[in-house]
Nanobody, 124 residues
Framework: QVQLVESGGGLVQAGGSLRVSCVAS????????MGWFRQAPGKEREFVAG????????YYGDSVKGRFTISRDNAKNTVYLQMNSLKPEDTAVYYC?????????????????WGQGTQVTVSS
């Protein structure tokens, strides 16, 4: 069992940057692949980025490639999402998720644990 708590959301102007964080409970954080998802009002939850337990492998959704960077610090039980060149269409609640299957999950139903989300709003 792992508990996830996101932070760092807020209001930013288009073209700006923001970093959101997700802290996990427990002592086995490095065994979990971590993902970031987002959900805008009236839309389905969308995969944003994923990272392997070691941090060696990262992968991104097409809409954020080249703008967002996922990273993790296993000593701090924390995964980050650095968001640059933000656009109004990036506005959503951002969720982190954890999976211990040993794969690199892409779909939301592959993840076992979820945080409560943090709101990111990008103004035009």
């Amino acid at each position: 069992q792992v508990q996830l708590v996101e932070s760092g959301g807020g209001l930013v102007q288009a073209g700006g940057s923001l970093r959101v964080s997700c802290v996990a409970s427990g002592r086995t954080f490095s065994r979990y692949a971590m993902g970031w998802f987002r959900q805008a009002p009236g839309k389905e939850r969308e995969f944003v980025a994923g990272i392997s337990g070691s941090g060696d492998s990262t992968y991104y959704g097409d809409s954020v490639k080249g703008r967002f960077t996922i990273s993790r610090d296993n000593a701090k039980n924390t995964v980050y999402l650095q968001m640059n060149s933000l656009k109004p269409e990036d506005t959503a609640v951002y969720y982190c998720a954890a999976d211990d299957s040993g794969t690199l999950p892409y779909y939301s139903d592959e993840y076992d644990f979820w945080g409560q989300g943090t709101q990111v709003t990008v103004s035009s």
